[in-house]
């Protein structure tokens, strides 16, 4: 099999036995590792083989000095014996001025003694400094910023950043391979800095305590240190990588003369106070005959609760809790999902995001492929009860989260150099009482106690130039009731291994990670996860699945390999994943397809240096082919995309995708298969200089198919930064868009024998969508600030053309009313369908056209008023509201139709529900 002729069976979009699938995508996977690594292929083209880099020779070294008595923190850099210790002066440019030393002097120092190390930096300049406080952690592009990483470990793979700007903001992550930052971890350290006509500076103290590092009497570290001067868009580093070769902490310097150094008082209590009260729009009574009898509409709640953390020696924690308090200060964005597919949502709680990149399963020559199967998504732990209370209950209280009745995590290495991590949590019994029409009260249980289990192991080899690890999560629910039983998988496994090897520099890697699912549970919850949108195992013309009723177990497996080349000019992968229809891992991980094989692939030119137009360009070329494990082609499409910035800091990004026609499986949802139509997709982005005190992003995008269906949206973000203390971001975002064929129900037909006895209804849809992000943000001190955020949201569907698919394998349908039957609107707003025209077969389809009004606000005040310690104050307001035809008193006009005076009037004219909360934390250090 040559390129040629996968190129041409790519073209014609032939269906063949999944061997041959799957045969075709491993040969071109092959094929194409001899084109890039041949002397032919890119790395013989880009001519840009370097001698072997020997870290140990050309690593820069820093010294450390030992201090007897403390320094106190304030940014003068006054004490007599900084001068004792060796400065490092020698700072390379990165941009814009690849290899050119640093435009104005620096100097750093490091000193220590038996609890900190202290960082002095002298960041002399005679221009202009700038600078800007912000909320911890924010990115501050405006600003002049001095940083510096240790690598405690000197693993080679992590590192603790620690980063200011001359206002003395704070800027902590964890660091690991090429540049992934863990903002959440918030360690408790001292910066305080100056400015002067000289220069600014910059004094740290930051305690052992809240580093880990090895047990050595002799510590060797590694280090970086960075300077960011912004006037003249520089960027500057102690230990120089050139930007054509593969940088991040594996290039990192040494930091010597540590000695006798121990991790100090392991132990750290955060014990917290917490209330919250809502002022909820509770639904009328007038329909059911009196009030709701478990809310008031003001309702008060209070709680305490400890968090524990606690050092085993300088290398492992243990973080545990008692009643934690996992609540987000943070709300979800606003979205409106018309797929079968479960909308996936970013982990904010602090508990589960530090330490989160050792739970990570998979790593290196990641982009290519499909989105991979994700083992350990932490939000499914406390999440909304997933059983639900019976259709006669006039008033019920279902908690909104589940209680988290208690937590324990493990992470950090060994002193055999594996990383380590352990998770458990679990999560208490729910019930939601309820009261039926007469006033009877009952109880029925919506989520049952459960034990959700992870654990991890690393090891990372070759000065992280590769590693192996495994991971194995586990979940079981003690189902006492026949409701839940029936609905949940009381077991859920998930084992996996996963590698990468790098070599060349760095230059090259393999990786790749295999993974095996088992779910145990009742017949009647594995009929569900095999009726489940991520493989529709009951699809009446799918020879390669066997839906069992039966069933009580079901297992499948995930495989994914890449190869990529990913430094130099010329860059390429080549991706190959499989996950069979089996898999299922959503019970604590997240999961959207299955039954897929897919092979994948890019190419891409990165231009090495500032050059005369651009300082920084890249264009890459892609191709993805997807299969399902019957062999048929359900997705292949051709990209190419470009992302850059111009001299004047101005940036740019492009994309277009061209989607070929291919067959559907997942269109009819759980019915036959489909085929779509052949399209193309795209969007153009543009933003403007991010030094100035103002700035703007935008983009648009577009989309159109061959059945008529298309897209258009565009997006402008606005930034405003004044007074060093205030910012505000405007963003709106509009979309319009025209679906051929949105998937409405399927009705039992046995006349419907061209569609396997059911009919497979459709309709077009127009839909609009408009919101609008605003920020508005207070930094009044380091320590101190307000947050206010808003997002107005709007979005209104219509459909018409109700219609069924004409016959399988095709995307031919049948318009009700024209092509076939009789179809008419009843008084309630739903269509009354006769497919046959003669009475013998009708059947009834709610009207779909809706309208979506949605605004969601927070205000958010922290103080840090000690170290370590915060005082938080939120507020957070709600309006939402979702029309449809069959809701009494909507004018079914303007449902589906829309006005954005009107819906803007609507959505402000809505009650609010309204929620105040408080929580402080006192972090003590015994």
């Known amino acids: ?427 208490g019994r729910e019930a939601a009482p309820w009261v039926d029409a007469d006033g009877a009260r009952q109880q029925i249980e919506v989520e049952p106690l459960s034990n959700y289990f992870a654990a991890r192991a690393r090891r990372d080899v070759r000065q992280n130039q590769g590693s192996f690890g495994a991971i194995f999560t586990s979940v079981h629910r003690d189902l006492r009731t026949e409701a839940l039983d029936q609905r949940l998988r009381s077991q859920a496994y998930a084992v996996g291994a996963d590698g990468r090897v790098e070599w060349n520099n760095r230059s090259w890697v393999l990786a790749g990670k295999l993974s095996q699912s088992l779910v145990r549970g009742s017949p009647e919850a594995l009929a569900i996860t095999q009726r489940s949108p991520a493989r529709y195992m009951h699809r009446p013309d799918a020879s390669h699945l066997d839906f069992d009723p039966t069933a009580t177990s079901l297992s499948g497996t995930f495989g994914k390999l890449n190869l990529e080349k990913q430094a130099g000019t010329w860059q390429g992968g080549l991706g190959l994943s499989a996950i069979s229809p089996g898999y299922e891992v959503n019970d604590l991980g997240f999961q959207n397809w299955a039954d897929r094989v897919q092979v994948g692939g890019r190419f891409a030119y990165v231009q090495p240096r500032t050059g005369s137009y651009f300082r920084r360009l890249s264009v890459r070329a892609g191709s993805d082919f997807t299969y399902n494990f019957d062999g048929q082609s359900v997705g292949r499409e051709l990209s190419l995309s470009t992302n850059g910035q111009l001299l004047s800091f101005h940036g740019f990004n492009a994309r277009f995708t061209r989607e070929f026609s291919s067959w559907d499986d997942r269109l009819t949802r759980g019915g036959p298969l489909a085929r779509v139509p052949s399209g193309y997709s795209g969007n153009v982005g543009f933003n403007s200089d991010s030094r100035g005190w103002w700035q703007v992003r935008s983009s648009v995008r577009f989309a159109e198919d061959e059945a008529g269906g298309w897209q258009r949206g565009g997006n402008l973000d606005v930034f405003f930064r004044f007074a060093e203390i205030y910012e505000i971001r405007v963003g709106p975002d509009v979309t319009r868009r025209v679906t051929a064929a949105q998937y409405l129900t399927a009705v039992d037909d046995a006349s419907a024998d061209h569609t396997f006895g059911r009919r497979y209804v459709f309709g077009e849809l127009e839909q609009t969508t408009v919101g609008l992000e605003t920020r508005f943000n207070v930094t009044f001190t380091p320590g101190m600030t307000l947050e206010l955020y808003a997002q107005p949201f709007l979005s209104t569907g219509r459909y018409s053309g109700i219609k069924e698919l004409a016959a399988p394998r095709t995307f031919d349908f049948r318009k009700y009313g024209e092509d076939v039957g009789e179809i008419e609107k009843e008084e309630d707003g739903r269509y009354r369908v006769d497919p046959h025209g003669d009475g013998s077969q009708v059947f009834q389809v709610n009207n779909p056209d809706f309208n979506l009004r949605s605004l969601i606000g927070n205000a958010v005040f922290r103080w840090e008023w000690r170290p370590g310690s915060t005082l938080f104050l939120v507020w957070q307001q709600t309006r939402s509201e979702r029309l449809v035809p069959a809701i009494r008193g909507a004018a079914e006009h303007d449902i589906g139709e829309f006005n954005l005076e009107r819906e803007s009037r609507a959505l402000f004219g809505l009650k609010p529900d309204n929620v105040l909360m408080f929580k402080v934390t006192y972090w003590l250090n015994p």
């Open 1 to 427: 099999m040559n390129l040629a002729s996968y190129a041409s069976d790519f073209a014609d979009g032939c269906c063949t036995p999944s061997a041959f699938a799957f045969g075709r995508a491993c040969a071109l996977l092959l094929g194409g590792t001899l084109v890039l690594a041949a002397p032919g292929g890119l790395e013989a083209q880009s001519r840009e083989a370097t001698a072997q880099y020997d870290h140990e020779s050309a690593a820069p070294v820093a010294q450390a000095v030992r201090i007897h008595d403390p320094i106190t923190v304030d940014g003068v850099l006054d004490e007599a014996v900084w001068m004792t210790a060796p400065p490092i002066t020698e700072f390379i440019q990165e941009i814009p001025d690849e290899g050119q030393p640093v435009s104005q002097p620096t100097e750093v120092r490091f000193l220590y003694d038996d609890e900190s190390i202290y960082v002095g930096a002298w960041l002399w300049d005679d221009g202009e400094i700038l600078t800007r406080l912000a909320r911890r952690d924010t990115g501050v592009p405006d600003a002049d910023f001095f940083v510096v990483l240790f690598d405690s470990y000197h693993d080679h793979r992590t590192a603790y950043r620690f980063a200011t700007s001359p206002s003395a903001m704070k800027r902590d992550e964890i660091v690991t391979g090429g540049g992934f930052g863990d903002t959440s971890w918030d360690p408790v350290w001292e910066v305080e800095t100056t400015i002067t006509d000289e220069g600014w500076f910059v004094e740290m103290r930051i305690p052992f305590s809240q580093l880990r590092f090895r047990s050595d009497e002799v510590q060797l570290w590694g280090l970086q240190v960075e300077r960011k001067i912004r006037r003249h868009g520089e960027d500057t580093v102690w230990a120089y990588t050139p930007r054509d070769q593969q940088g991040g902490v594996a290039r990192f310097g040494h930091l010597e003369g540590l000695e006798g150094i121990d991790g100090g008082r392991g132990l750290e209590i955060l014990p917290y106070l917490s209330g919250r009260a809502e002022y909820l729009e509770i639904p009328g009574s007038e329909s059911v005959g009196f009030d709701n009898p478990f809310r008031s509409g003001s309702d008060y709640f209070g709680d305490v609760g400890l968090d524990i953390k606690y050092s085993l020696g300088s290398n492992l924690t243990l973080d545990a809790t008692v009643n934690p308090d996992f609540g987000q200060v943070e709300m979800d964005p606003a979205v409106i999902n018309l797929t079968a597919f479960e909308t996936r949502f970013s982990e904010q709680r602090p508990f589960f995001v530090e330490g989160a990149e050792i739970f990570r399963f998979g790593e290196g020559g990641g982009r290519t492929g499909q989105d991979d199967a994700q083992l350990l998504y932490s939000r499914r732990i406390g999440r909304s009860p997933q059983g639900s209370v019976p259709g006669s209950a006039a008033y019920s209280d279902v908690p909104s989260a589940t209680t988290i009745l208690g937590a324990v995590k493990l992470t950090g290495k060994t002193t055999n150099d594996w990383s380590v991590g352990l998770l458990n949590t679990v999560t």
